[in-house]
């Protein structure tokens, strides 16, 4: 706003001798004025003065701060309502002293008649009074279409109190019915030098630069081992401890695409195209958090009733739960029929399996992430996530997040680990009575899976929440919603519950024909294809921002979706499994699908990371339509995939290894039925990697 009207001031300098010069100087003086009242800080009031006296005297640095700051904008109308400026030309500025420094100003609009505030309402697709413009609770979770912002440079010496003060004074000599806040967090200065590192990053440095050790080490002695296969060598646990981190052992695993008998196949299928939705799902709420030219068009894109599979990308998370189940309870139950589960056991080598790579990257957006990068929203999206992170971390590592200080996530997607190890502790409490007690337990899980739509139903019901994620929503609810209902493990348990019961069914299934009719096997696929269908496509009224907020409806979908896609997905795991999956089979179990399955817990770990680096760059708003969100979206997977490679071979493929040496077992007699197996789908009690490692 002031350094606007500096150019005003500029182009009277060119028409000098007529009537706008006069009111160039009348806009200098008014300037001078506000600046000498309002400024505080005795070097910032000197230092701006300089600013406008070399602006005058057309000084390269004072041109380039008042060029760095944010003019008129174009097409309000399509939302365009943050204007970032120049950040780089801003934090660039040097001379006489006085350094540029880049900050962003948050405005909150007051129309004062029915005409703007019908304006409002369209720049902001119609969401204006259901958001606060004003501080953030859960980063990049929540859409942001109302936010008023205006990037200004200013003196480095000027704190964000001041630039403040003087935004406001400009805006009430210019009689606009407009109030300005700036947060210290929302200032930044130019990163021109080493980090000031703190004990915290040293300590990220030391372990990565140790992995890296271990990893030549590893690598080194595994081609050791490799060229001297004549000469004997008894490999103990240690040196089976430095073969872990062998790079090319770690390589070959990943790339193994040998099918081990009893391996439930499809599931490599559905894990990989399940991965590749959530990172859709991330993909379209970072978009809707990030400043756009034409963002209005994201409220037309779910207009599309053909788009609703990217529009209602939640459902993905309750695969992951019906796939985590359904491993749980096939693994337990085969253990139990063999005398060898151990709750503890099993709970330690879990812990054990899933926490080094989620661990470094606890550790990683906790210190290193802060310093990659910069951008006009670098501090409160990037900076953000580093502080929870650096305040959190200890409910991260006891996996309980998605229950204390939710509202602070480190991690944002990490809740679902805590409520999958939540749920992995409770299974055997359904698990063991289905073993021992067969007709008791399955009365037990019967009665279960019923009450596990009551805690989602009565939560909605009773906060008035939405049941799906919908752009019609207060922002304070959705908040709600995600706190209470999406990320709460009780609120989690049909889809879960469904794979235990998948589990169990094929568990007592084991060495027998599973031959089903043709009526039955069309049965099947019609009904789990229209329960697909119908969870899918079923809310589109409810997306659309013209819907009128019914609590009874939203409960009904809210409590039983899941519930419903849960066992559309367990029907589509037993039909592939036994025989009757046909073509969708076939494509399920292609050899590709099982590398990337592999690799899709790193990839779960690293693409919210990658999201947050690449929104957090932009300096200025993006154009999109359909072919740039897929023209992104096939970019960040393909950056996704290699930070994920980096994780898989210096963590996790490791920590797999170093926890299957710990917790070494003989291998289990399948105990099987005498007689011929010929005609027979023969599932082995232990299966391989695949379903020894729940998916996430």
Not at 442 to 453: E, F, N, R, T
Request: glycine content about 6%; hydrophobic content about 45%.
């Amino acid at each position: 706003m002031l350094t606007a009207a500096l150019l005003v001031l500029s182009l009277a300098r060119l028409l000098q001798g007529s009537e706008v010069a006069g009111v160039g100087n009348v806009i200098l003086q008014e300037i001078v004025n506000i600046v000498q009242n309002e400024v505080q800080h005795e070097g910032c009031r000197r230092d701006s003065l300089l600013l406008i006296q070399e602006f005058q005297n057309y000084t390269d640095w004072a041109l380039q701060m008042v060029d760095a700051t944010a003019k008129f904008p174009v097409g309000i109308l399509q939302g365009n309502l943050r204007q970032l400026g120049d950040f780089d030309e801003c934090v660039t500025a040097s001379g006489d002293g006085i350094r540029g420094q880049y900050c962003l100003a948050n405005l909150q609009a007051t129309p004062r008649g029915p005409e703007w505030e019908r304006v409002l309402h369209r720049a902001t697709a119609g969401r204006r009074h259901l958001e606060k413009t004003r501080g953030r609770t859960i980063v990049n979770a929540i859409p942001t279409f109302a936010r008023l912002e205006w990037a200004i440079c200013v003196p480095s010496s000027c704190p964000a109190h001041d630039v403040q003060a003087v935004i406001n004074a400009a805006l009430q000599r210019l009689d606009l019915q407009i109030d300005a806040e700036v947060l210290p967090e929302a200032c930044q200065l130019e990163s021109n030098s080493w980090p000031q590192l703190n004990f915290a990053d040293y300590v990220m440095i030391a372990i990565i630069v140790a992995t890296m050790v271990l990893l030549v080490a590893g690598s080194a002695y595994d081609k050791y081992l490799e060229r001297n296969k004549d000469i004997k060598h008894n490999t103990g646990d240690l040196e089976k401890i430095l073969l872990a981190f062998s790079v090319p052992a770690n390589w070959r695993k990943l790339l193994d695409t040998k099918q081990n008998p009893g391996n439930v196949g499809c599931i490599d299928g559905i894990r990989t195209l399940s991965t590749l939705w959530v990172i859709v799902a991330h993909k379209m709420l970072f978009l809707t958090t990030e400043p756009l030219v034409n963002k209005v068009m994201l409220i037309n894109f779910i207009q599309d009733i053909h788009k609703m599979p990217l529009a209602n990308c939640t459902l993905n998370v309750d695969t992951f739960f019906v796939i985590s189940g359904f491993l749980r309870g096939y693994n337990m139950l085969g253990e139990l029929q063999n005398g060898r589960f151990k709750y503890l056991s099993s709970l330690v080598q879990r812990y054990l399996r899933l926490s080094p790579p989620y661990f470094i990257m606890i550790g990683f957006y906790a210190s290193l992430l802060m310093y990659l990068g910069s951008g006009p929203a670098w501090n409160e999206t990037t900076g953000v996530n580093s502080l929870y992170c650096r305040e959190s971390w200890i409910f991260n590592i006891l996996y309980v997040n998605n229950y204390f200080n939710i509202e602070r996530l480190c991690v944002m997607q990490s809740w679902y680990l805590s409520a999958d190890l939540q749920l992995f502790l409770l299974a055997p409490l359904v698990l063991y009575p289905l073993w021992r007690w067969p007709t008791a337990g399955k009365l037990l899980a019967a009665g279960l899976l019923i009450l596990s739509v009551v805690p989602p139903v009565a939560a909605i019901f009773i906060s008035q929440c939405p049941g799906i994620p919908i752009m019609s929503a207060r922002e304070d609810k959705l908040i709600e919603y995600m706190m209470y209902i999406y990320a709460t493990t009780h609120n989690r348990l049909s889809p879960y519950l469904i794979g235990l019961s998948l589990g169990f069914v094929l568990d007592q299934l084991r060495h027998r024909d599973i031959a089903l009719s043709r009526f039955w096997v069309a049965t099947g696929w019609v009904v789990s294809s229209t329960l697909f269908l119908a969870i899918t496509f079923g809310p589109y009224k409810m997306m659309q921002m013209d819907y009128t907020y019914n609590a009874v409806e939203m409960a009904a979908y809210g409590g039983l979706h899941r519930l419903v896609w849960g066992a559309a997905v367990a029907w589509l795991v037993f039909a592939c499994h036994t025989g009757h999956g046909g073509i969708v089979n076939s494509i399920l179990t292609a050899t590709p699908f099982r590398i990337f399955s592999r690799l899709s817990y790193s990839i779960y770990l690293t693409h919210v990371a990658v999201d947050l680096f690449i929104s957090s760059r932009i300096r200025s708003p993006l154009w999109t339509d359909e072919f740039q969100m897929v023209h992104s979206y096939l970019a960040d997977v393909a950056i996704i995939v290699m930070a994920s490679l980096l994780l898989h071979l210096m963590y996790e493929g490791p920590s797999l290894t170093i926890t299957a040496i710990i917790f070494r077992k003989d291998k289990p007699v399948d105990k099987k039925p005498k007689g011929s197996t010929k005609g027979m789908t023969v599932i082995q009690p232990k299966m391989n990697s695949n379903t020894q490692k729940n998916s996430h």
